[in-house]
């Protein structure tokens, strides 16, 4: 095909499927059914917001006479506390356990939705004390301990909205975003454990608010009882929130209400606050729980290993398990303290049921080998999830034989921070998955894959993801930036919202995402993704992770340069010539010879955002050989001396 005709090349060809269990299938909370269903999206929505409970009725499910700017659920009022927290101690489920709260050096909390209403009714009242009101910007930078969730509601409860700053983040980073949102006060701990260690934040704090004349007060929680500097500012929550009355009258607010502002750090510029408000938001966070996890929120046990940091804890450890009434486990640490099987311990131990976790993640498990998992009963699992970047079809098929058991499906969820919740995914009890495919649009979503002038693409066609009607928690803007809002997302095709993402249509007109479309290559004519060849590397059996980036080629415009870890069981000379070429032909058999990477560089990490995606960016930098750019965002900014201590061993055509 010419490179007139493509936007994106088809390459990898994927034979495995994979049915759901018939149990499953049987008992499925959604059914096949609520595609065709949800033809009347508005309508659909409308049932789906029955899950809620509302303390004003709607007049208009949705009001889309201004693009795009929406409004769900016009003229409703709700409170998400009370959603989440309160109706279900109304209805009787007080003694049932919210969290399960596992801490980093093994300590635990439980707390069970009557424990949790007074929690948050206390810390709503602090946060009155301490002056802050309906519509007030609330910064919140905690780690993964109970006063985070518990810290959201209670914004949520009052009308707050609240800004959560990921604790990795520094204090510049900090700073910045508390200047955006105008926050009031930031709510913070002294420290947290990571890595067997506990961590300073509160200094951070200091650091950021020394500088930020909207902050009014600093309060801290105790978590490691380490020293911190005390400030006139500072408020410890233990003298504040304990003494506070635990009965609090959620505030209804507006449908449109802001809920939360969370920043994504584009590739370019100055962080993106984005807005989330209420009713909508919590509909499809909701549902979307309810239907991808097939939650059954009498016996299920779920947890979701991201941090509270990102959309991902947002939506599925906070408002959407919690709006449904769910048990969940919260881990406070990282996955290998204080051993590699730590993960798998904590799910025999809860005996979690439905699992929730990242790409980067799983293929880090590959590398440190089977028998970790092994050693753990992880029988009770009966979905297991995906999200944050394309699961490569190899990092699927072992994520479903080695913690799924070989029976548990895999659910690949795509979306985004800006989508608020699971857009497209397969459904566990309907969808016969592919490894590596996310599938069809969820029941009431209208997304497609298309060419640059906006056509669809026929199925085995490649081209630009995009979302064509409004969602319920689609985004609202860009906090105080209208106008970047449109052209961020709406500008690149008419009419429709352009996630960035490359995707393409499989001849059965299933979807699969092929990563951002800034880091798709152009080789002798032909646009590849980098997810395609990273797949076909880590088809490997040696293989753990790889990562491909286009580096400037005098003779084919870029040429595929990759970078690849071992597994940990490989064995053998995984630097030697004979293993690189052994994977360059494994490429060029995979997917055609168009695909064969130019070089390959084993190495022993591979450089990451805190949120675990990749930084194509500075591998780049490295292909070309450049100095290596800005590497502030990585989550081991060590990594690139690693990498670049390995190049000596880079290897080039043969
Ligand atoms: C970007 C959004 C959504 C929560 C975590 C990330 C990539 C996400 C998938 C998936 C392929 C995926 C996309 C997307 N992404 N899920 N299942 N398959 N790619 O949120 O930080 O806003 O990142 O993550 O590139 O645009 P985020």
Not at 120 to 125: G, H, P, R
Not at 228 to 257: G, K, L, T
Not at 498 to 510: E, L, Q, S, T
Not at 582 to 598: C, F, N, Q, S
Request: proline letters at 6%.
């Amino acid at each position: 095909m010419s490179q007139s005709q493509e936007t994106l090349s088809n390459l990898l060809q994927e034979t495995r499927r994979f049915a759901p269990p018939a149990d499953l299938a049987e008992s499925a909370n959604v059914k096949a059914d609520a595609y065709a269903e949800a033809a009347d999206r508005p309508g659909f929505w409308a049932r789906q917001a029955e899950r809620l409970s509302w303390s004003k009725p709607w007049d208009e499910v949705l009001d889309w006479s201004n693009p795009p700017f929406a409004k769900w659920f016009v003229g409703g009022e709700l409170n998400v506390a009370y959603n989440c927290v309160d109706r279900h101690v109304e209805a009787g489920n007080g003694g049932k356990v919210a969290f399960h709260w596992e801490g980093e050096p093994g300590d635990a909390r439980t707390l069970t939705y009557a424990d949790l209403q007074r929690e948050v009714s206390k810390a709503a009242n602090a946060l009155l004390e301490l002056g802050v009101r309906k519509g007030d910007r609330v910064a919140i930078y905690l780690p993964m301990i109970p006063e985070l969730p518990i810290s959201m509601l209670a914004c949520a409860r009052i009308g707050a909205t609240h800004s959560v700053v990921f604790g990795g983040f520094s204090a510049d980073a900090l700073r910045t975003r508390i200047d955006d949102a105008q926050a009031k006060i930031v709510i913070t701990s002294d420290g947290g454990y990571r890595r067997g260690k506990a961590s300073a934040l509160k200094s951070t704090v200091d650091e950021a608010v020394a500088d930020t004349p909207s902050i009014e007060h600093v309060l801290v929680v105790r978590r490691t009882g380490q020293e911190i500097a005390a400030h006139e500012r500072d408020v410890w929550w233990h003298d504040i929130v304990e003494r506070q009355s635990d009965e609090h009258a959620p505030e209804p607010v507006d449908a449109e209400h802001p809920l939360y502002i969370l920043y994504t750090s584009g590739t370019t510029g100055k962080p993106k606050g984005i807005l989330h408000t209420t009713g909508g938001y919590l509909t499809q966070t909701a549902y979307t729980h309810y239907a991808v996890f097939d939650l059954k929120p009498d016996t299920d046990v779920y947890w979701c290993s991201a941090d509270i940091g990102w959309v991902t804890g947002h939506s599925y450890i906070v408002y959407g398990p919690l709006a449904n009434g769910a048990t969940s486990v919260m881990y406070e640490g990282t996955p290998d303290t204080p051993h590699q099987g730590r993960w798998w311990e904590i799910i025999a131990k809860y005996k979690v049921s439905l699992f929730y976790t990242a790409p980067t993640a799983i293929r880090t498990f590959m590398k440190w080998g089977d028998d970790i998992p092994a050693e753990h009963d992880l029988s009770s699992l009966r979905v297991i999830g995906s999200v944050g970047e394309p699961i490569n079809p190899e990092a699927y098929v072992w994520y479903r034989e080695h913690i799924g058991a070989s029976r548990a499906p895999v659910v690949d969820t795509w979306w985004q921070t800006e989508t608020g919740s699971i857009m497209i995914s397969p459904l566990p009890g309907v969808t016969e998955g592919k490894p590596g495919a996310a599938m069809r649009p969820l029941p009431g979503i209208a997304a497609d894959v298309v060419d640059d002038q906006g056509t669809p693409v026929p199925n085995g066609g490649g081209g630009f993801l995009v979302v064509k009607e409004p969602w319920p928690s689609m985004l609202r803007t860009i906090w105080g930036d209208d106008e970047r809002y449109v052209k961020t997302y709406w500008s690149r095709f008419e009419g429709l919202y352009f996630a960035g993402d490359g995707a393409k249509k499989d001849d059965d007109g299933d979807i699969w995402l092929l990563g951002r479309v800034d880091d798709v290559m152009l080789v002798s004519g032909h646009n590849i993704s980098t997810t395609e060849v990273e797949s076909a590397l880590v088809s490997h059996p040696k293989v753990a992770e790889a990562a491909v980036v286009g580096a400037t080629d005098p003779l084919t415009g870029q040429a595929i340069v990759s970078f690849v870890i071992p597994r940990g069981s490989a064995g053998g000379d995984v630097e030697g010539d004979d293993f690189l070429k052994e994977l360059r032909d494994h490429v060029a058999k995979t997917l055609g010879p168009i695909a064969k990477p130019r070089q390959i560089m084993i190495v022993p990490e591979l450089p990451k955002t805190r949120s675990g995606k990749i930084m194509r960016r500075l591998l780049r930098d490295v292909a070309e050989n450049r100095s290596i750019g800005d590497v502030s965002t990585l989550a081991d900014s060590t990594v690139m001396d690693l990498i670049s201590e390995k190049l000596p061993s880079a290897k080039s055509e043969d």
